[in-house]
């Protein structure tokens, strides 16, 4: 038993690896719980827009006034804003689509960083932005993380009936004298908000493996909003200790094996599930078919 206990506790000796798993934690719970909307209201794709669309902020703000963490931090937050302002502004006002708005300015918003990030040189590393460092985070990413989660968990908790009927049935929430749009936007601005805090650890793709990974697998396990949300934010955690564990003891990417680790839940519960599985499917097809043989006979 006591190589067990080394095995799990032997990277955590270190401070940077503490620093890690505390900036994965409390990013994986409100990204897990921020992922199940997104998967609920059919704006996953909508979450990789908004991740990409972060980076002409990056670029604006090193230019004005250089690599300082907190200018980085309002320019990414003002330009996810703008992004998710812009797209509910252009579809209202114009006869695109929600989805088609977003994909509009996702390549505008990208194109852009791109043209800035290569206007500023090597001075900025593109990489870092979209894949992160998590062994890289200081005291200052862990409690950034922190302050992101408990907003997020916060207005969930807070809010949770508001959320539940508009996410499930938009017209009676509006039709009851309420703004559905409030709440559209409210949940965008806080994974906005999650996305800049995971640009240290994550990075802007990684973090999407945070939000979206846990939140599909606990779908595929249950019907109740409330469990899913727990089961979402708890695998994300789970993930994320089984991630750096991974990523300490073979030598690979911790940001990645996290992904990786989350990813193979995922795979697990899309075969396994005893309601929604693959193999479940297949067998209710199955036992139909011989079903629709035996009465045709």
Known sequence: MEWLAEFFLEPFEFAFMRRALAAALLIGLSGGLL??????????????????????????????FGATPWALFVGALIAGLLTSLGSALICRLTRLKEEAAFAALFVLFLGTGI?????????????HFLFGNILGVGPGDVWLAAG????????????????????????????????????HLGILSL???????ALQAMGVVLALGLFILPAVTAYL?????????????GLAMAGTFAGLLLSYHAGLASGASIVLCLGVAFLATALGSPRYGMVARLLQIAREGRAVVRTAD
Do not use: K
């Open 35 to 64: 992922g199940c909307l997104l998967v609920l209201r059919r704006l996953a794709l909508m979450g990789d827009a908004l991740a990409h669309s972060l980076l002409p902020g990056i670029g604006l703000a090193w230019l004005l």
């Open 115 to 127: 043209v800035l990030v290569s206007f500023i040189g090597p001075q900025i590393d593109l990489l």
């Open 148 to 183: 992101a989660t408990l907003v997020t968990v916060t207005v969930v908790v807070l809010f949770f009936r508001n959320i539940l009927v508009e996410t499930f049935d938009p017209v009676f929430y509006r039709a009851s004298g309420r703004r559905g749009g409030f709440v």
């Open 191 to 197: 994974v906005v908000l999650n996305l800049v805090a």
């Open 221 to 233: 396990w249950t019907d109740h909003l409330t469990r899913m949300l727990a089961i979402a934010a």
